[in-house]
């Protein structure tokens, strides 16, 4: 889940995305939910007078179970067992205080939701208060992808135990302006686009600079070079920290041309300077102010709602020259609960690729259990609105070929400091590379306390 800046967060949880699959629509909604009117206090696990025990699940946002229908799925098969949900509509103030209840061992759901920039974080520290749900009843980690498990499981030095299990991803493609690229004598077949950068990130710069040449000047090919940059480093196998969790951005080189090559975008004028997730952005869908953006499964919604009736079959989506993902969450049951092997069979059961399916089907959160990808809700979805396109196929291609990585407790300040300090100076503010990523560095050891 390319760490989120907060901004590039809280738009994962707000945008309302509409996914055509199997010819039918699925709503995506976003994380302004309110939180229901008779939510359960964290922790209150207990009988509710009729012989059933409660559930309580802690979450951000509107994450999409509950909406989906799960909990009334597993209510009716369980008939002893009622769910409810309680949501804080930010993670940014959601996540502080589950840190809060798991320090004290109060105040927790049976099960609570953790964002992907999170995770290393529990998993480093708090793995020992949170149940191994990889020897839960029912899951099995060959039906995961091996980077997802490995993102949700705790470092050797602290007992190697599974404690969170993965709910989405966000695997990464290309989406494209088609009438853009026609009129630049580009390929507009989403697979001769494809194939115009395929397996390398430079050809996609190289192609931008084909775009420009037709196109002329003031023709964007991408919204952002910091777009740029969280995608081609999310298809790196080590980014921000290494194995043994000791930050090495600096000296990584796979970061480092990251940012270099994304800051060429700017320097040749292939970028429409755009910050993501702003009004700005949110119109240049509209008014075909770039050609390009990376996006993620879950952000073909947001192009649609944001270019609108206009923007049918003009845009489309191919695949990108790495995969790459941006986004993605995790369950965990704290041991503190009271119910705690209940939950944990609940947890598994939620995150289970049947059920998996069922929420990208009715939610477009794409599945983070590659086992998903043979059924037919997953295999056979297709994006009317950009084309028909086959995104079942596309994603599910980039999502196996995401590398494993090592993920660190500060990816998120890592990452957002690249690009709101660094890159946004070079793209929109003049500045040399050079100058962009000395900023971006003080800025990180300030941060990191360095």
């Known amino acids: 889940m390319r760490a989120q800046s907060p901004a590039r967060a809280r738009a994962r949880r707000t945008l309302a995305t509409a996914v055509a699959t199997m010819g039918a629509a699925a709503l995506l909604l976003g994380g302004c939910a309110q939180d229901p009117d008779a939510a359960p206090e964290p922790g209150s696990s207990s009988a509710d007078g009729k012989g059933r025990t409660t559930l309580t699940v802690g979450v951000f946002g509107a994450f999409g179970l509950q909406e989906a229908g799960l909990y009334d799925e597993y209510m009716a098969k369980n008939p002893s067992i009622r769910i409810e949900q309680t949501s804080i509509e930010r993670n940014e103030n959601y996540y502080p205080q589950l840190l809060t209840h798991l320090g004290t061992g109060s105040g927790l759901a049976d099960i609570q939701a953790v964002e992907v920039n999170n995770i290393a974080e529990i998993t480093a520290t708090q793995a020992d208060k949170l149940v191994d749900l990889g020897k839960a009843p029912g899951v099995d980690k060959a039906a995961y992808l091996p980077w997802k ?14 404690v969170g299990l993965g709910t989405d991803i966000g695997p990464q493609g290309i989406c494209y302006r088609k009438d853009l690229f026609e009129a630049a004598g580009l390929p507009t077949d989403r697979e001769a686009v494809g194939a115009l950068w395929a397996g390398d990130w430079n050809k996609y710069l190289e192609t931008g600079k084909a775009y420009k040449a037709k196109a002329g000047d003031g023709k964007a090919f991408v919204d952002s070079a910091s777009g740029v940059m969280a995608a081609v480093t999310g298809s790196s196998a080590q980014r921000f920290y290494d194995e043994q969790g000791k930050v090495v951005y600096k000296t990584n080189p796979a970061v480092r041309g990251a940012f270099d090559l994304a800051a060429s975008f700017a320097t040749e004028g ?47 989506v191919a695949q990108a020259p790495k995969p790459s993902n941006w986004g993605g969450s995790f369950l ?31 939610r477009g959160s794409f599945p983070s259990a590659s086992a998903a990808y043979k059924l037919p809700t997953v295999s056979g979805a297709k994006h009317a609105y950009f084309g028909g396109a086959p995104i079942g196929e596309i994603f599910s291609k980039a999502a196996q070929g995401v590398p494993v990585a090592a993920v660190g407790p500060k990816d998120l300040v890592i990452s957002q400091n690249l690009s709101d300090i660094g890159m946004l100076q070079v793209d929109q503010k003049g500045r040399s590379p050079q100058e962009g990523w000395e900023a971006a560095v003080k800025a990180i050891d300030n941060a990191l306390d360095q």
């Open 149 to 162: 498990w490995a993102q949700g499981t705790a470092p050797a030095a602290k007992g190697g135990a599974t």
């Open 270 to 316: 292939l970028s429409a300077k755009l910050q993501q997730f702003t009004p700005g952005w949110d119109q240049g869908f509209a008014n075909g102010a770039f050609a390009t953006v990376s996006c993620p499964a879950w952000m073909l919604g947001y192009i649609q709602d944001k270019a609108g009736p206009s923007g049918k079959d003009k845009w489309d």
């Open 332 to 362: 965990v049951v704290p041991k503190a609960g009271k119910r705690a092997e209940e939950a944990a069979k609940l947890a598994a059961w939620l995150t289970a690729p049947e059920q998996q399916a069922k929420l990208f089907e009715k």
